[in-house]
């Protein structure tokens, strides 16, 4: 079969009655922005992009308290330029901004909301690590022209598309529209996405899990419990040999786990326990949740199914389970016991 390109699988999706034209042209603008975005990535400190945003000694910092690399204000500025007069949105939110902004009056508005991380895993910048940006899309409230943070307080379940992409060895965009997952490899050379994977599906068991080990001590006990039953392999519990993976950057290690399988942890901790979590709702775990279940995984809390959660804050944190079905419901089933 001959390889299709983006805009041929989003054509194919308009007419199959699936997404509208404007769905499908906010999608063609995020992924034109996350190429510019790969090639700044991809030049690296030929670039001069790379280390933190600020001057020394006034390190810029975003409204989680974290600092600022540079890559990450400007992937913020390259998707909030692109997508501004796009006309497609009412409104953005972006991990990188305080507040989401409504589109400005002297744009075109259009009917859906965007929000995105526009440079995730960043603390592997400097390291020549894969990083990637996550998105997600929702739709503006009837009646709303000027969306505030409030209505973009919207569950998992109401997401429209939500997709990655991963500045890797190559870049690849990886999309869903709620019609399974799909993968698209940047092909630099005619600087266009082609598919390369349609409907993906996730092994519905593992034997290879993703997390920081090293926040072992600070987790919940049924964390505890739960892990120490992998690492006890084939003796243990489990009567099986695991392996342990942990890129530090969610894209990567979700893109592991849709390519050949595997759990991905981000479980409370004694360091993130008072926000909830390390991880964001609405920014990572959303859209994240959205591509693992169309692929046939599972996300959850530990104690929800992820895309159910309520939100009550735009920066919102989370715990995050995802990944193979059957072993993302038996970490489910450890909380279960403990209650
Ligand atoms: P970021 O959005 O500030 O880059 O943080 C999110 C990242 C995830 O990509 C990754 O899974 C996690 O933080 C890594 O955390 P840790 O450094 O604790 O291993
Ligand atoms: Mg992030």
Redesign the pocket.
Known sequence: MKPISLTRYLIQEQHAGRINADLRLLIEVVARACKTISIAVGKGALGGVLGDAGTPGAQSMNIQG?AQKKLDVLSNDILLEANAWGGHLAGLAS?EMDHSQPIPDAFQRGNYLLLF?PL????NIDVNISVGTIFSVLRCPDGVTQPGDEHFLQPGTAQVAAGYTTYGPSTMLVLTVGHGTHAFTLDREIGSFVMTARDIRIPEETKEFAI?MSNQRHWEPPMQRYVGDLLAGKEGPRGKDFNMR?V????A?VHRILTRGGVFF?PIDAKCRDKGG??RLMY?ANPMSFIVEQAGGAASTGRQRMLEVTPTGLHQRVPVMLGSRKEVEEAVRYHAEHG
């Open positions: 974290e991990e991380d995730d895993g960043s603390s920081n942990w530090a950057s969610m894209v290690d981000y390390k991880l990572e």
